[in-house]
């Protein structure tokens, strides 16, 4: 019998690692846990050091996408996708990883997932993601001409011209949208996807913030290489802009 697989959780949630810490202790002699990582810097740092057999990965990461982490990493784990989103890919995930788990996860899910990491680390060892990681990275990624975004309500999605969106706001784990007449809408994507959803009209300012860059009307400075946004929406928001975005701001408006 082989030794347990040391595997490693990376998911910006700490219920959900909770969750799936109490759901994998059930397999104690098959799984042991060796970290855990809540952003997808830490996980690259956190996986290339203690060298995991399997990594369980969230697939939106407050500052990057699961597949950023796995094209960053210096070797290649087995990869267990968890993903609360059953609309994107789940079906690439299925035909290129060892698994994946959708959110809320289930003790019968785990089991599955653990048998599936068993037989592929039976056979020839080889993980197909890797395979695969460029054409389902880039697959992920949409194009960048589209020009509405939908937002769900309930049980439909209504689709808001994104000329008409003025910033999108993080906060407290939600991404909202601002539209020009003063709209506040719930969007279910967060930042790290919108950044590569959006046309090239929008750009992250700082780490809660992106605004439509040609709804920016004054520019002011600020302390320690920030700068001060004034929109045009109904209320003028002023946004501060994060000092490790000020090369990006200054090109952008050639300030």
Known sequence: MRNPFKAVIVDDEPPARRLLTELLSEHRQTIHISGEADNGSAAITLINEAQPDVVFLDIQLPDMLGFDVLKQLNY????????????????????????????PLKEDRIARSINKLQHFAGGNGANPVWNNIESLFNGFRP???????????????????????????????????????????????????????????????????????QKVVEIHKYSNNRYTLVLNNQDFTRIVTGPSYFGIVKEAFAV
Request: charged share 25%; net charge positive.
């Open 143 to 213: 194009q960048k001409d589209i020009k509405t975004l939908s937002i769900k309500k309930g049980t439909k999605f209504t689709l808001v011209q994104l000329s008409d969106i003025v910033y999108f706001e993080a906060y407290d784990k939600y991404t909202y949208v601002h539209t020009q007449n003063g709209q506040k809408l719930f969007c279910d994507h967060m930042l790290a996807v919108l950044e590569e959803k959006l046309s090239v009209d929008f750009m992250r300012v700082q780490k809660s913030y992106i605004v439509n860059k």
């Open 76 to 103: 290649q784990p087995f990869v267990i996708f968890t993903t609360a989103y059953d609309e994107y890919a789940i079906k690439a995930f299925d035909a290129l990883s060892v698994d994946y788990l959708l959110k």
